[in-house]
T-cell receptor
């Protein structure tokens, strides 16, 4: 089954404690991205990656890092989380072939930073 | 600056009637438009898309209309069903490898 898997699904942590949200896809997609969803703001892109070792900033990259060492994985790293990073996070992937290939989303990770 | 706008945060429609969700965009470079549907506690799922070379695309009960001169698109759901109750996101992109720009979403409620 085609899937984008995020872990953990829920996390409550404290300010400053480094955390990583993992994302893995089994569709051999080139393109992966991270979004955060906040009330009244919709989905905003944090970082994206067009292929292995190729990453770029989205609209709201401050306070986040990513890496793309393997095609299937695209972890999101919060080196020093702060309360304003409390949000619902989605990882997505798509094939790079053709314009506008629909992105497949994971089920989300709800982060609470106290 | 929001390049894709969904100005109606919510919409309520009776079962069996038509639901019309609207979306406006500002970037004339956008060439491909998509609608996503999102249920609570799940990720968005792709619903339907349209390329800028078309003005209409239909898939079952779902039809998307694009008016490039007005930079406006709409999603029509006919007939609406209670299971269609979800948040609908409009998204746009300009080329392969470019980011999807999402609107803020419209919450649709279809009442029996």
């Amino acid at each position: 089954e085609a899937q984008v898997t995020q872990n953990p699904r829920y996390l409550i942590t404290v300010t400053g404690k480094k955390l990583t949200v993992t994302c893995s896809q089994n569709m051999n997609h080139e393109y992966m991205s991270w979004y955060r969803q906040d009330p009244g703001l919709g989905l905003r892109q944090i970082y994206y990656s067009m292929n292995v070792e190729v990453t770029d900033k989205g609209d709201v990259p401050e306070g986040y890092k990513v890496s793309r060492k393997e095609k299937r994985n695209f972890p999101l790293i919060l080196e020093s989380p702060s309360p304003n990073q409390t949000s619902l996070y989605f990882c997505a992937s798509s094939s790079a072939l053709g314009i506008g290939q629909p992105q497949h989303f994971g089920d989300g990770t709800r982060l609470s930073i106290l | 600056d929001q390049q894709v706008k969904q100005n109606s945060p919510s919409l309520s429609v009776q079962e069996g009637r038509i639901s019309i969700l609207n979306c406006d965009y500002t970037n004339s470079m956008f060439d491909y438009f998509l609608w996503y549907k999102k249920y609570p506690a799940e990720g968005p799922t792709f619903l339907i898309s349209i390329s800028s070379i078309k003005d209409k695309n239909e898939d079952g009960r779902f039809t998307v209309f694009l008016n490039k001169s007005a930079k406006h698109l709409s999603l029509h759901i006919v007939p609406s069903q209670p299971g269609d109750s979800a948040v609908y996101f409009c998204a746009a992109t300009q080329a392969p490898g470019y980011a999807l720009n999402f609107g803020k979403g419209t919450s649709l409620l279809v009442t029996p």
